[in-house]
């Protein structure tokens, strides 16, 4: 079992900056390939950045490529999301998932555990 706590999130003007984390608990952490999903109100779930179990290889929705940026750290059981020039779509509950999978997926299905969200607003 892995227990997943989010935090960081918060109301950002456009253009600015928020990093948010996910700490983790339970089991090892290196075992897990981890995601980052976000849902805005009366959208569904998508994936918005991945990072595999080393921290080797990421992925990016097209959406924000080149302004997110996701990290691991095994050491302290957390990963980050580097959240630059932010857009008033970016609004949405942000959530951190794991997975025992090997490889970085987009799918929400591949994902075994899931944090309870933290909210990210940005104003226009």
């Known amino acids: 079992q892995v227990q997943l706590v989010e935090s960081g999130g918060g109301l950002v003007q456009a253009g600015g900056s928020l990093r948010l984390s996910c700490a983790a608990s339970?089991?090892?952490?290196?075992?897990?390939?981890m995601g980052w999903f976000r849902q805005a109100p009366g959208q569904e779930r998508e994936f918005v950045a991945g990072?595999?179990?080393?921290?080797?290889?990421?992925s990016y929705a097209d959406s924000v490529k080149g302004r997110f940026t996701i990290s691991k750290d095994n050491a302290k059981n957390t990963i980050y999301l580097q959240m630059n020039s932010l857009k008033p779509e970016d609004t949405a509950v942000y959530y951190c998932?794991?997975?025992?999978?090997?490889?970085?997926?987009?799918?929400?299905?591949?994902?075994?555990?899931w944090g309870q969200g933290t909210q990210v607003t940005v104003s226009s």
């Open positions: 998932a794991a997975s025992r999978g090997q490889l970085v997926s987009r799918e929400q299905a591949d994902y075994d555990y």
């Open positions: 339970g089991r090892t952490f290196t075992t897990f390939t």
């Open positions: 990072i595999s179990l080393w921290g080797v290889t990421t």
